[in-house]
Nanobody
Framework: VQLVESGGGLVQPGGSLRLSCAAS????????MTWYRQAPGKERELVAR????????NYADSVKGRFTISRDNAKNTVDLQMNSLKPEDTAMYYC?????????????????WGQGIQVTVSS
């Protein structure tokens, strides 16, 4: 099983980045996919979540209207389009997968995690 994030980096405030997570080794379409982030000294935060066929999408209040999560079950990928980035979006971003028997209520319920990718928003 692998989840591999890509697309991170350094961007100026107001800029955009698109993160992608490529999954392998499990039946992707049966899993809820979520992007989490964790900044230094802060707790891990759910950023965006999408159910197995995209029927339900949820965002953290802090990113609503700026971030968009999407998935392609044919390509086994889940993306996070991040617009109007702010310095407070700076964090390590992680892709996570949970078998979709029910929507997870805690990060501990996720079955698989990527290694994370750094996003830094700074001028």
């Amino acid at each position: 099983v692998q989840l591999v994030e890509s697309g991170g980096g350094l961007v100026q405030p107001g800029g955009s980045l698109r993160l992608s997570c490529a999954a392998s080794g499990f039946t992707f379409s049966r899993y809820i996919m979520t992007w989490y982030r964790q900044a230094p000294g802060k707790e891990r935060e759910l950023v965006a979540r999408i159910t197995s066929f995209g029927g339900s999408i949820n965002y953290a209040d802090s990113v609503k209207g700026r971030f968009t999560i999407s998935r392609d079950n044919a390509k086994n990928t889940v993306d996070l389009q991040m617009n109007s980035l702010k310095p407070e979006d700076t964090a390590m971003y992680y892709c996570a997968a949970a078998y979709s028997s029910r929507i997870p209520t805690d990060a501990k319920e996720y079955d698989y995690w990527g290694q994370g990718i750094q996003v830094t928003v700074s001028s």
